[in-house]
């Protein structure tokens, strides 16, 4: 069975601009939750989906945006990217549904910004 | 409330030693407690996880162990093998979707 896919890799990006994340959850999988890792604020949640739908978010500021489809792809967006935005940016999927379901990560996007 | 402290940051055992990693919680809504295992370059990947009725949990060299009134657990991984250097994350559940809290990590280094 694949694992969780993310792309691209690597981004570089400068202030100001915009940027879109991708991520394929493991098959079968409908929940997909997205990630911030950084050396000083360690994993931080961003926001979950399920079946297309928001059910949680963290506490980042509106300029992180997410969305999944129908087949439980899903993609972040970053906009007016600032310095402090670089990261790690890792995604999770779980199949979602009752109690405690274990998360599956990806290995991320580096995203860089200059 | 919504922390989860972890200790130490980093930790240095020779090869076939016991490393422990001690995380600590506050909010007693917590019930699911998993260990990650991330190697640079890679995302973390699920090593073992508790739920708060278990004591102990073990899987090959890796155990929880869960202290309940203290809000308390611990990894210990037994016989450390260079293979296992790495960063360890202990999270907790606070029973909202998707939302995992992390600690900050420990960069475990086994000395061959």
């Known amino acids: 069975k694949a694992g969780v896919t993310q792309t691209p890799r690597y981004l570089i990006k400068t202030r100001g601009q915009q940027v879109t994340l991708s991520c394929s959850p493991i098959?079968?999988?409908?929940?997909v939750s997205w990630y911030q890792q950084t050396p000083g604020q360690g994993l931080q949640f961003l926001f979950e989906y399920f079946s297309e739908t928001q059910r949680n978010k963290g506490n980042f500021p509106g300029r992180f945006s997410g969305r999944q489809f129908s087949n439980s792809r899903s993609e972040m967006n970053v906009s007016t990217l600032e310095l402090g935005d670089s990261a790690l940016y890792l995604c999770?999927?779980?199949?979602?549904?009752?109690?405690?379901?274990?998360?599956?990560f990806g290995d991320g996007t580096r995203l860089s910004i200059l | 409330q919504q922390q989860v402290k972890q200790s130490p940051q980093s930790l240095i055992v020779q090869k076939g030693g016991i490393s422990i990693i001690n995380c600590a919680y506050e909010n007693t809504a917590f019930d699911y407690f998993p260990w990650y295992q991330q190697f640079p370059g890679k995302g973390p990947a699920l090593l073992i996880a508790?739920?708060?009725?278990?004591s102990e949990k073990k899987e090959g060299r890796f155990t929880i162990s869960f202290n309940k009134s203290a809000k308390q657990f611990s990894l210990h991984i037994m016989d450390s093998q260079p293979g296992d250097s790495a960063t360890y994350f202990c999270?907790?559940?606070?029973?909202?979707?998707?939302?995992?809290?992390f600690g900050k990590g420990t960069k475990l280094s086994v000395k061959p």
């Open positions: 508790i739920r708060p009725d278990v």
């Open positions: 098959s079968g999988h409908r929940s």
């Open positions: 999770a999927s779980s199949s979602g549904t009752g109690g405690n379901q274990p998360q599956h």
């Open positions: 999270a907790a559940d606070p029973q909202e979707q998707g939302n995992l809290i």
